[in-house]
């Protein structure tokens, strides 16, 4: 040891292997440190916060939900404006997929000569690439809506039909019923006319009144539903006007008696051909499928 020159710091063996590894160790330590410090994040282990609030609110939510609303809230109905902008501007704004441009008069002058009711029925049903009610489901958006959607554009492309009636409280319920109806059919303008004058005319009949929802029996239903045929219907139905399947003609009936009950039902409340929805009142849903049981009733 005598021979190692004057302080060196290594001394003895130990102090040799000590620096050994130090010299290895020190740049490890440095190396290690840096790279925790470039790739500094919040670092959180697997499921740490599996019990924050958040976490914990998704994980027990139950599978199913159900959106209560009240049936007896009054409704509050969107305007035609708002169903448009919602809905329907999708295509008629730019009338995208052929659909008739909105304030173009040009687009809307064939469509709107069909009438109202037939304008009303393609939208509730569907027409070509026209989704039926623009594709909203009738808990979104009621019939009243469609058919307030429906004048407004038509009237801000040339029409000038009267604002839709609102429904009465107790109908708007039932209006939800889907038009599973056969797509609006072979209804010409002329007959659609004939329908117009048909329904002017009837506008001396007293309109049913909407019975107190929830109050009507059976009975009190087939009551409803001859008390409607007698007011309203029958203008029609009695000597079979404009072709409309005469009461108690079993032969006129036969061939639309094949569909279910549920197609005739929307014939009756949405329309078909020169047949105005509701025969042109504004009859409850319940009322008119009960006035068509009574006619049903008597070709059976
Ligand atoms: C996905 C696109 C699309 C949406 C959304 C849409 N429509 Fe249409 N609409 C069309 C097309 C396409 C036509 C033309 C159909 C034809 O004549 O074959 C049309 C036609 C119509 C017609 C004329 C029907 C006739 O008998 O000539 C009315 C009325 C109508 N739409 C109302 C509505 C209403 C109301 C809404 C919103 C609730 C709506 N549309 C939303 C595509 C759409
Ligand atoms: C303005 C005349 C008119 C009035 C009012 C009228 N209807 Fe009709 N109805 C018709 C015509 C026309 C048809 C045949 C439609 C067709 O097949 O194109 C018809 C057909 C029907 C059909 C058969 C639909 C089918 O093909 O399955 C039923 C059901 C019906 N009407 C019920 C009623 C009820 C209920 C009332 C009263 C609330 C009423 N109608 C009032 C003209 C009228």
Known sequence: MSEAPHGAPIKTPGQLIAAVIASFAV??????????????STRTGAGTDSLSEAEV??????????????????????????V?????????ASGAAGAPKFTNTADWAPR????????????????GAMPPRGGT??????DFEIARAVTYMANNSGAS?????????????????????????????GAAQAAAAAVAALASVPQAAAPAAGAATSADASQAGKAL???VCQACHAAGVLNAPKYGDKDAWASRLKDPMDTIYNYALHGKGAMPPKGGSTASDADVKAAVDY???AVK
């Open 161 to 189: 039909f009267p604002e839709p009636a609102q429904p009465a409280a107790g109908a708007a319920a039932a209006s939800g019923a889907v038009a599973a109806a056969a797509p609006a059919g072979a209804s010409d303008a």
């Open 229 to 231: 045929y007698q007011q």
């Open 57 to 82: 609110t998704a994980r027990i939510k139950p599978l199913a939900q159900v959106d209560i609303r009240d049936a007896n809230a009054p409704r509050v109905y969107k305007t035609g404006e708002e």
């Open 112 to 127: 709107i000569a069909q009438g109202f009711d037939t304008l009303l029925h393609t939208a509730l049903t569907g027409k």
């Open 27 to 40: 740049p490890i330590v440095i190396i290690v440190l840096l790279v925790i410090y470039v790739d500094n």
């Open 84 to 92: 448009y902008k919602a809905v329907c501007s999708a295509c008629h």
């Open 295 to 297: 006619m049903v009733s």
């Open 137 to 142: 489901s009738p808990d979104d958006y009621s």
